[in-house]
């Protein structure tokens, strides 16, 4: 079994103020909290002996490479991050950080905000500026109508609300 894994495929560079924060914030967590407490705990089962068959040593010594992993790739990412803090020129057309209102054939509207990848787990109606329903809306206008492929079939909506703030 190898040790290879391969890169995690970074999203687009655009990110919203709340999901920079919440980056950062979990950057810090990691660095400063708990590979510290994963340190000690791995020095305490390292001083207990033989280490071969210390599972305590074992397990920290794997979660310190986990932490270290995940520390390296958001210190890359949050380098290459764009925060976008302010509305777009045009408010009433679909860019990032847009709430958009849609209604299906059915009547039915729904409301999603287009955020970056690494922020769209925050909330259910958050999507990903790379998801075909984001990419479907970008640039788009008030009652245009925006057809998305699904694997069920192609599904048409129209825009009939648009805003920047929450």
Do not use: C, H
């Given at each position: 079994m190898s040790r290879y894994r391969p890169s995690e495929k970074p999203g687009s560079?655009?990110?919203?103020?709340?999901?920079?924060?919440?980056?950062?914030?979990?950057?810090?967590?990691?660095?400063?909290?708990?590979?510290?407490?994963?340190?000690?705990?791995?020095?305490?089962?390292?001083?207990?002996?033989?280490?071969?068959?210390?599972?305590?040593?074992?397990?920290?010594?794997?979660?310190?490479?986990?932490?270290?992993?995940?520390?390296?790739?958001?210190?890359?990412?949050?380098?290459?991050?764009?925060v976008v803090d302010k509305p777009p020129s045009d408010p009433k057309r679909v860019f990032f950080g847009a709430w958009v209102t849609l209604e299906d054939p059915d009547g039915i509207q729904e409301t999603y905000r287009i955020v970056g990848p690494d922020e769209f787990d925050r909330e259910p109606r958050f999507i990903s500026m790379d998801a075909p329903l984001a990419r479907a809306l970008m640039r788009k206008a008030l009652d245009d109508e925006v057809t998305v492929q699904l694997p069920g079939g192609d599904r048409a909506y129209v825009i009939v609300g648009i805003r920047y703030s929450a």
């Open positions: 560079q655009f990110i919203t103020p709340e999901g920079a924060a919440r980056l950062k914030q979990e950057l810090d967590a990691l660095w400063r909290v708990e590979r510290p407490r994963v340190t000690q705990a791995v020095s305490e089962a390292a001083a207990q002996g033989d280490r071969s068959e210390n599972a305590e040593y074992t397990y920290g010594k794997k979660r310190l490479r986990e932490i270290d992993r995940r520390v390296r790739f958001l210190r890359k990412r949050l380098d290459g991050m764009t």
